[in-house]
C-alpha cells in the first residue's frame, strides 16, 4: 500500500498511504471486516461525545446491495461494481441529549468516517468517498428521517489491478497530490 | 497512550487510543511538531480533492497566543492554559474550482482533523477539540472572509497529571466511552 507521496514534514504511514482507488478487485470481505471499520468510526472524538454518525452498509452479494448501488451516478456505478461493500454516512442535525442544532454534526462525522478510511489501511482495505449519487433519494429509499442529513457514500473493497478499469478511468488511478501548507495553515490570522 | 477502552471489534491502537484529556503538562512544543500535524490533514480524502480545510494556529508564548486564547469560553481557558498551541479550524463553503456550494466541505473538514488527532497520538501529543468558544468573535478578529465557515477550535499538548486540573475537571478527566455499534450501523435500511 506505500505511495510515492512526497511530504512536507513527517507524518504516519497509515495517513499517508491512505487514498482513494477506483481499480478495486472485486474480491469479497467479511462482515468482521467491515465492522472493524465501523468500530473505529465509533471511536472519532464529537462535540461533547454526542456521536452524530450513523453508518448504512451493504455488502455484495447480499439483497441490500442493490438498493445502495442503484444510487450511484453511472461513473461510480462503472468501477463500484467491484467493490466489497457500499457505504452510506449519515449524521443527525441536533444533539441527541438536547434536542439542539449541533453546529459540528456534519464535521464531527467526517472524523468518524476518516477513522474508518484509516483503520481500512491497517486492515489492508481500500475506501473511496463519493458524492456521485442520488441525496434525495438515499433518503428516501433508505428510510433516513428528517433531522439526519446524508454526508457522502463509500465503496470498500481491496485493490485490484488498474488495468481492469474502464480505458478513461485508467488515466485518473493516479495517487493525488495536494496543495502546499502555505496556502492552509496562518499564524494568528486568516490569508485568503 | 494506552487506555481502557474496550473494542468489539479489533481497530489499530492509534484509533483507539486518541482520547480528549483537559489535563496538558504547559510543556511547550516545537513548531516542527505542529507542523506534522498540518501535513497529516493535508492528505484527508475531500470531495474532487477540494481540500476545504484551513487552520489558524497560535503557540503559547507568542504575540498570536492571546487573540486565539481570549475566543475560548472560561470554562476551557481554565485548562486550555496549559496548551501549547490552539488551532483554529475552518472550512471554505464552496468548490475552489467551480466557485459552486460543496455539501461535503465541514464534512472532508472533519476528515482533515481527525488526521490531525491521529498524527498527534503518533507524536505522543494530545488534541482537545472544542466548539466551547466564540464563533463570530473569531470570524472577526482572525479575519476570516465570507465564504467560509469556522468548524472547531483545537488544544493541541503534553498529557499532564491529572492533579493539577481544577477539582471539577478532575472527575472530568476520564476516558470516555461509546454506545454500542447496533445503535448507528444498520445493513441496507435505517432505522432511528
Known amino acids: 500500500m ?4 512526497k511530504t512536507s514534514y ?3 504511514d497509515v495517513i499517508v498511504n491512505r487514498w482513494s482507488p477506483r481499480a478495486l478487485s472485486g474480491e469479497a470481505i467479511s462482515k468482521q471486516e467491515l465492522m472493524s471499520l465501523f468500530e473505529a468510526a465509533r471511536w472519532a472524538p464529537s462535540s461533547y461525545n454526542n456521536q452524530p454518525w450513523y453508518f448504512v452498509y451493504a455488502l455484495r452479494d447480499t439483497p441490500q446491495w442493490a438498493t445502495l ?3 450511484l451516478v453511472a461513473f461510480n456505478q462503472s468501477w463500484a ?3 466489497a461493500a457500499l457505504v452510506l454516512i449519515v449524521s443527525k442535525d441536533d444533539f441527541h441529549k438536547t434536542g439542539k442544532p ?6 464531527d462525522t467526517g472524523a468518524a468516517w476518516e477513522n474508518m478510511a484509516i483503520q481500512a489501511v491497517s486492515q489492508g482495505l481500500v475506501t473511496h468517498g463519493m458524492e456521485g449519487f442520488d441525496y434525495d433519494k438515499a433518503k428516501k429509499v433508505l428510510n433516513i428521517p428528517d433531522g439526519y442529513t446524508v454526508q457522502a457514500m463509500v465503496a470498500v473493497g481491496k485493490l485490484g489491478q ?4 474502464p480505458p478513461e478511468l485508467q488515466e485518473k488511478e493516479v495517487v493525488t497530490d495536494r496543495k502546499p501548507l502555505n496556502e492552509f495553515v496562518f ?3 486568516f490569508s485568503s
Chains 1, 2 share one sequence.
Not at 449541533?102 to 464535521?107: D, G, H, I, N, V
Not at 488498474?162 to 478499469?165: S, V
Open 69 to 71: 448501488f442503484d444510487l
Open 162 to 165: 488498474k488495468n481492469l478499469l
Open 81 to 83: 461494481k467491484n467493490a
Open 102 to 107: 449541533s453546529r459540528t454534526s456534519a464535521f
Open 10 to 12: 513527517p507524518v504516519a
Open 2 to 5: 506505500k505511495n510515492q507521496r
Open 187 to 189: 499564524e494568528g490570522s
